[in-house]
Nanobody, 119 residues
Framework: QVQLRQSGPGLVKPSQTLSLTCTVS??????????WSWIRQPPGKALEWMGI???????YYTPSLKSRISIYRDTSKNQFSLQLSSVTPEDTAVYYC???????????WGQGTQVTVSS
C-alpha cells in the first residue's frame, strides 16, 4: 500500500520560503512508471497544479510559479520536497503531494497541509 505523508510548517511569514516534504512508503520515487507532484487549493478556489518531479528527478513547473518554486528529491529517504520562495498571503492554501501514473492519473495523495501566509 502506497502512502504519502506530508510534513512542514502550517504558518509562514510573508516574503519567507515555504518548505514541505512528502515521505513515500510502499513504493519508490525512482520507479520509472511514476511521477510526483505538488498541488494546492487556495480557499474557495480550484486545485492548482504546481509542479512535477519525473522518475529521473527532472522537475517541471507551472509557468506562473517558475521563478519561485523548487521541487527536488532525496532518494535515500524516499522523499520529495517543495520550496516556494517570497510567499505572499495569496499563497495561502491546502498543499498536497501526489503520485501520478502512466495515464496521468493521480492515484495517491498526501493528507494535505494547510499553509497560511501571515505575519
Amino acid at each position: 500500500q502506497v502512502q504519502l505523508r506530508q510534513s512542514g510548517p502550517g504558518l509562514v511569514k510573508p516574503s519567507q520560503t515555504l518548505s514541505l516534504t512528502c515521505t513515500v512508503s510502499g513504493g519508490s520515487i525512482v520507479a520509472t512508471e511514476y511521477a510526483w507532484s505538488w498541488i494546492r487549493q487556495p480557499p474557495g478556489k480550484a486545485l492548482e497544479w504546481m509542479g512535477i518531479l519525473a522518475y529521473d528527478g527532472s522537475p517541471y513547473y507551472t509557468p506562473s510559479l517558475k521563478s519561485r518554486i523548487s521541487i527536488y528529491r532525496d532518494t535515500s529517504k524516499n522523499q520529495f520536497s517543495l520550496q516556494l520562495s517570497s510567499v505572499t498571503p495569496e499563497d495561502t492554501a491546502v498543499y498536497y503531494c501526489s503520485r501520478s501514473g502512466p495515464a496521468s492519473e493521480y492515484d495517491y495523495w498526501g493528507q494535505g497541509t494547510q499553509v497560511t501566509v501571515s505575519s
